[in-house]
């Protein structure tokens, strides 16, 4: 079964550090993945999108990384700021044009 | 661009009463749009994917003759909840393919819709 996990759940970081958000998904063979942002009560909004070929992408102060050997996927936000708080979700694709598996999510709060 | 939208927003009806849903893609043509359930701190659970002119394909556990869907236009895709009840209370977010242009497999997100069946 083609699962995704996210962990941890919740994360509380005081603002200015880097952080990295975490997640894994059981079957290796990925088509793509995919970072979201959601706010409290809205939709989502994508972050980034790494291509099964891709190790990495990157976008302002974000990063994220694919490793399909070890099944894991990280997102890190450097210089973590209040407006970063938010849930964040990784998404798993298996094929082209495919539906998209979720984690559960990380619900990040930055402190001021 | 990359838009979709989600009307409406919110929506409060009693049970027994059938709501519809609307999402469109505002600035690009969608070949196919998805729809999603998300219950209080879970994630997204596809429900259907929706392909223009043609029936949509459920997920297991998902009942198609409760959750109905429509995608008549390239740029519009409705899901009626029939008969709704309490437990159908949710959160409702739909997303596009763009099937023109940057990458077909990238899924652009309406801001949802919140369902409350009193």
């Known amino acids: 079964k083609q699962e995704v996990t996210q962990i941890p759940a919740a994360l509380s970081v005081p603002e200015g550090e880097n952080l990295v958000l975490n997640c894994s998904f059981t079957?290796?063979?990925?088509?793509?993945l995919q970072w979201f942002r959601q706010d409290p009560g809205k939709g989502l909004t994508s972050l980034l999108l790494?291509?099964?070929?891709?190790r990495e992408q990157t976008s302002g102060r974000l990063n994220a990384s694919l490793d399909k050997s070890s099944g894991r996927s990280t997102l890190y936000i450097a210089a973590s700021q209040p407006g970063d708080s938010a849930t964040y979700l990784c998404?798993?694709?298996?094929?082209?044009?495919?539906?998209?598996?979720f984690g559960q999510g990380t619900e990040l709060s930055v402190k001021p | 661009g990359a838009v979709v939208s989600q009307h409406p927003s919110r929506v409060i009806c009693k049970s027994g009463t059938s709501v519809k849903i609307e999402c469109r893609s505002l600035?690009?043509?969608?070949?196919?749009m998805f729809w999603y359930r998300q219950f209080p701190k879970q994630s997204l659970m596809l429900m259907a994917t929706?392909?223009?002119?043609?029936?949509?394909?459920?997920e297991q556990g998902v009942e198609k003759d409760k959750f109905l869907i429509n995608h008549a236009s390239l740029t519009l895709s409705t899901l009626t909840v029939t008969s709704a009840h309490p437990e159908d209370s949710s959160f409702y977010i739909c997303?596009?393919?763009?099937?023109?242009?940057?990458?077909?497999?990238?899924?652009?997100f309406g801001p949802g819709t919140r369902l409350t069946v009193l």
């Open positions: 997303s596009a393919q763009d099937g023109g242009r940057g990458d077909p497999n990238e899924q652009f």
């Open positions: 079957d290796s063979a990925i088509y793509n």
């Open positions: 790494i291509q099964s070929s891709q």
């Open positions: 998404a798993a694709s298996y094929n082209q044009g495919g539906k998209l598996i």
């Open positions: 600035d690009f043509q969608a070949t196919t």
């Open positions: 929706s392909n223009e002119g043609s029936k949509a394909t459920y």
